[in-house]
């Protein structure tokens, strides 16, 4: 659903929610076309949307659901917000950092691993952006 709200916009189709005890608690979808910023992913707007709801930058206990598999931005920011678990679609071969480039969460610098569960509904994740690169290119 919020993925294919931000690719009605131009944007790529990509949509984050972050859940707390079943719970919605921040969504997002990649907007930094029409936000004019660079950091507008659908994780940091999912995640900031959480952390002004709980009014606490720390998401322990939290799982955050993504189309595809996060870049090396948002998987620090996955780090600093303490969330539990990463739940992703499709992969990212050109800069996924979770699986696909790099194994980042596995870094013995970090303070904090969350667990990963990938590719979960990966085949219509990948389908969905897919088209929307395909239909771009028309």
């Known amino acids: 659903m919020f993925a294919k709200r931000g690719a009605e916009l131009g944007e790529v189709p990509v949509g984050a929610i972050l859940v707390l005890n079943n719970q919605i608690i921040g969504s997002g979808f990649n907007q930094p076309i029409g936000q004019r910023d660079p950091s507008a992913h659908a994780e940091v707007v999912a995640i900031r949307a959480a952390a002004q709801q709980l009014n606490n930058y720390r998401l322990v206990n939290t799982t955050l659901y993504v189309t595809l598999e996060p870049c090396s931005m948002c998987a ?47 085949e219509p994740c990948t389908a969905l952006l897919k088209s929307f690169f395909q239909s771009r290119r028309l």
């Open 76 to 122: 620090g920011l996955l780090v600093h917000a303490r969330i539990a678990r990463l739940v992703f679609g499709a992969k990212e071969p050109r800069a996924g950092v979770i699986t696909s480039q790099e194994q980042f969460f596995n870094k013995p610098f970090l303070n904090h691993h969350p667990l990963i569960e990938g590719g979960i509904l990966a």
